[in-house]
């Protein structure tokens, strides 16, 4: 089962909200045009090593089981692009989001 949301942050951007659910997992994220962040299953290893020339803007929070809980979760790493932009480990999902905008 699939659900998209959109949700308004404070400064008035509109994020895309995806919950997948699968087999003993639930896959999460909040999008928005230049970037995402997303629950433990997003690799941000690979997306730094083999996927650096993609420039991908994204972050990773473990623990969160929630599209809501992912908003509020420091973030545990990002990539190097995402650091570029000021986005950094231990930022707010709804933080990063925003700098994404």
């Known amino acids: ?6 949700a ?3 400064n008035g951007l509109t994020v895309l909200g995806i919950e997948v659910k699968l087999p003993k997992t639930t896959l999460l994220a909040w ?4 970037g995402y ?8 290893g690979l997306l730094n090593e083999r996927l650096q ?4 803007i ?6 969160v089981r929630t599209l809501e809980e992912l908003l509020v979760a420091p973030l545990e ?4 692009t995402a650091e570029a932009m000021g986005i ?3 930022m707010k999902g709804t933080d990063a989001l925003t700098l994404m905008a």
């Open 1 to 6: 089962m699939m659900r998209m949301v959109p």
């Open 8 to 10: 308004t942050l404070q």
């Open 31 to 34: 999008t928005t045009d230049k």
């Open 37 to 44: 962040i997303m629950c433990g299953a997003l690799d941000v």
């Open 53 to 56: 020339n993609r420039g991908i």
């Open 58 to 63: 994204a972050g990773r929070a473990v623990g």
């Open 77 to 80: 790493s990002v990539t190097t």
């Open 88 to 90: 950094h480990a231990g």
